[in-house]
T-cell receptor, first 111, second 113 residues
Framework: QKEVEQDPGPLSVPEGAIVSLNCTYSNSAFQYFMWYRQYSRKGPELLMYTYSSGNKEDGRFTAQVDKSSKYISLFIRDSQPSDSATYLCAMSATARNKLIFGTGTLLAVQP | ETGVTQSPTHLIKTRGQQVTLRCSSQ?????VSWYQQALGQGPQFIFQYYREEENGRGNFPPRFSGLQFPNYSSELNVNALELDDSALYLC????????????FGNGTRLTVT
């Protein structure tokens, strides 16, 4: 069993839709949770960074962490074609520890 | 812009050869990590350097080695290249403090034939 599970998609939605992306994990030591966006032929770009449980909002993006269920989510409101990319969840036990990534979910927002 | 620059962007090598990949981080970013991303997969941790010392290593053989320099640059060296080493190699840096997330460069695409 992988430490971090993420549905690879692809996920196709119409422009303006609300997108929900999810990851589950098995290691209860994880405390730092991140979402990265990766465009084709580019490196991962940090979108959201959360410590422990709770919600965090930044513009159209909301990250949720539920440590009791070992489940994290990223919501994208009013999705745009420019949001089309691969979304990677990542987590670690300490601030300086290695990141464990999911396989990434490929999102396509259709105009 | 993350301030993390990697070179070269693409590289083709032959099995058995050696390769050096380079990374330049932002000033003050004293922690650098290297990741390998195979096609269709998430990045996998190779190793991390903090203040020029190796500070953690993933499940990669010793033929993967690295260096970090005082000027915030670093190198990833891979000896005896194998076909499975074909991947995107990502460098990431951070301030190395609590609540300081990793910022990635755009990577070097290595193809081993």
């Amino acid at each position: 069993q992988k430490e971090v599970e993420q549905d690879p998609g692809p996920l196709s939605v119409p422009e303006g839709a609300i997108v929900s992306l999810n990851c589950t994990y098995s290691n209860s030591a994880f405390q730092y949770f991140m979402w990265y966006r990766q465009y084709s032929r580019k490196g991962p770009e940090l979108l959201m960074y959360t410590y422990s449980s709770g919600n965090k909002e930044d513009g159209r993006f909301t990250a949720q962490v539920d440590k009791s269920s070992k489940y994290i989510s990223l919501f994208i409101r009013d999705s745009q074609p420019s949001d089309s990319a691969t979304y990677l969840c990542a987590m670690s036990a300490t601030a300086r520890n290695k990141l464990i990534f999911g396989t990434g979910t490929l999102l396509a927002v259709q105009p | 812009e993350t301030g993390v620059t990697q070179s070269p962007t693409h590289l083709i090598k032959t099995r058995g050869q050696q390769v050096t990949l380079r990374c330049s981080s932002q000033s003050g970013h004293n922690t650098v990590s290297w990741y390998q991303q195979a096609l269709g997969q998430g990045p996998q941790f190779i190793f991390q350097y903090y203040r020029e010392e190796e500070n953690g290593r993933g499940n990669f053989p010793p033929r993967f080695s690295g260096l970090q320099f005082p000027n915030y640059s670093s190198e990833l060296n891979v000896n005896a290249l194998e076909l499975d080493d074909s991947a995107l190699y990502l460098c990431a840096s951070s301030l190395g403090q609590s609540n300081s997330p990793l910022h990635f460069g755009n990577g070097t695409r290595l193809t081993v034939t």
